[in-house]
């Protein structure tokens, strides 16, 4: 079972910055993809950013590639941090919603990098993310 509960949401002027943290608790993740997704009431869950579990391959929703920046912290030692966060620059209203931190182990090693929620095992409860003047 793992845990994932994310920090960092509020609100931001258009053109703005915030980074999200995700912090994780029961097993390790270090074998795990990271992934954030965002959801409004309005449309399904969308893709935003993936990272594998050593950190060499990421991925980007369209919406977001150029403004965005995943990174990961591969801490051996404290599971807690072992996870991934996104550097969210140049925000947009249409940015705002609630972002998810996601878990996916991959079925082997060098599977692509799982870009739909559905692949993924474990999320947190969200952080809600709000670009307004």
């Known amino acids: 079972q793992v845990d994932l509960v994310e920090s960092g949401g509020g609100l931001v002027r258009p053109g703005g910055s915030l980074r999200l943290t995700c912090e994780a608790s029961?097993?390790?993740?270090?074998?795990?993809?990271m992934g954030w997704f965002r959801q409004t009431p309005e449309k399904e869950r969308e893709f935003v950013a993936a990272?594998?579990?050593?950190?060499?391959?990421?991925?980007?929703?369209?919406?977001v590639k150029g403004r965005f920046t995943l990174s990961r912290v591969i801490d051996s030692r404290n599971n807690a941090k072992n996870t991934a966060y996104p550097e969210m620059n140049s925000l947009e209203p249409q940015d705002t919603a609630v972002y998810y931190c996601?878990?996916?182990?991959?079925?082997?090693?060098?599977?692509?990098?799982?870009?739909?929620?559905?692949?993924?095992?474990?999320w947190g409860p969200g952080a809600q993310v709000t670009v307004s003047t």
């Open positions: 996601e878990a996916h182990h991959p079925a082997w090693a060098g599977a692509p990098v799982a870009t739909s929620s559905h692949e993924y095992e474990y």
């Open positions: 029961g097993r390790t993740l270090s074998s795990y993809t």
């Open positions: 990272i594998e579990w050593s950190a060499k391959i990421t991925e980007y929703g369209d919406s």
